[in-house]
Nanobody, 123 residues
Framework: VQLQASGGGLVQTGGSLRLSCAASSRMFSNNGMGWFRQAPGKEREFVATISWNGGDTYYAESVKGRFTISRDNSKNTMYLQMNSLKPEDTAVYYC?????????????????WGQGTQVTVSS
């Protein structure tokens, strides 16, 4: 199983980016998915998660109202629309596939991880 994250880049404060996560798993449409991030010198943290059919989502407080997670099961792809970006959003963003159908913020519930895509927000 492979997860390929893309869409990162350099953006100014207040700008937007859209991350994509393409999955090779045939079980993609059965499983919850999530985004995590890790800034330099910090631990990996949860960002957003979505249930198998996209009907249930959950966000970290730090991104709520600015980020939107979605998925297109026909394309085996998950997205993270990031608006009103702040310098503190700078990190490597990772997508992950859960063992479960429901959404989950627990990193230990995820069995497959992508390689990460760098997001840098300049002030």
């Amino acid at each position: 199983v492979q997860l390929q994250a893309s869409g990162g880049g350099l953006v100014q404060t207040g700008g937007s980016l859209r991350l994509s996560c393409a999955a090779s798993s045939r079980m993609f449409s059965n499983n919850g998915m999530g985004w995590f991030r890790q800034a330099p010198g910090k631990e990996r943290e949860f960002v957003a998660t979505i249930s198998w059919n996209g009907g249930d989502t959950y966000y970290a407080e730090s991104v709520k109202g600015r980020f939107t997670i979605s998925r297109d099961n026909s394309k085996n792809t998950m997205y993270l629309q990031m608006n009103s970006l702040k310098p503190e959003d700078t990190a490597v963003y990772y997508c992950a596939e859960s063992r479960y159908a429901s959404r989950t913020s627990q990193a230990g519930h995820y069995r497959y991880w992508g390689q990460g895509t760098q997001v840098t927000v300049s002030s």
